[in-house]
Nanobody
Framework: QVQLVESGGGLVQAGGSLRLSCAAS????????MGWYRQAPGKQRELVAV?????????NYTDSVKGRFTISRDNAKNTVYLQMNNLKPGDTAVYYC???????????WGQGTQVTVSS
């Protein structure tokens, strides 16, 4: 059974940095994209960043994190990272790893990791 194991969340002051990691354990085939979503209390889950599992590794970010967050991946390890710099209190949320795989673009979610940014 495939699982996504996340790590790297925590408490940080505004302006600080955190790095999230998400590794897919088990056998998973034909990954299309790996990405990060977040959900703040009382808000809907939103896409933060996504990267394609192709040689180009094209990326897409939500506007509020452009220039501060960087998504990267290690295809050999089925792992995706999110480097978060210059964190703001508005970045406080539970961050979820997401993998889309297979011809039908199945969804796989991690358990979530809490990121809290204090002012």
């Amino acid at each position: 059974q495939v699982q996504l194991v996340e790590s790297g969340g925590g408490l940080v002051q505004a302006g600080g940095s955190l790095r999230l990691s998400c590794a897919a354990s088990g056998s998973i085939f034909s990954i299309n994209t790996m990405g990060w979503y977040r959900q703040a209390p009382g808000k809907q889950r939103e896409l933060v960043a996504v990267i394609t599992i192709t040689s180009s590794g094209s990326t897409n970010y939500t506007d509020s994190v452009k220039g501060r967050f960087t998504i990267s991946r290690d295809n050999a390890k089925n792992t995706v990272y999110l480097q978060m710099n210059n964190l703001k209190p508005g970045d406080t949320a539970v961050y979820y790893c997401n993998v889309r795989y297979g011809r039908s673009w199945y969804n796989l979610w991690g358990q979530g990791t809490q990121v809290t940014v204090s002012s």
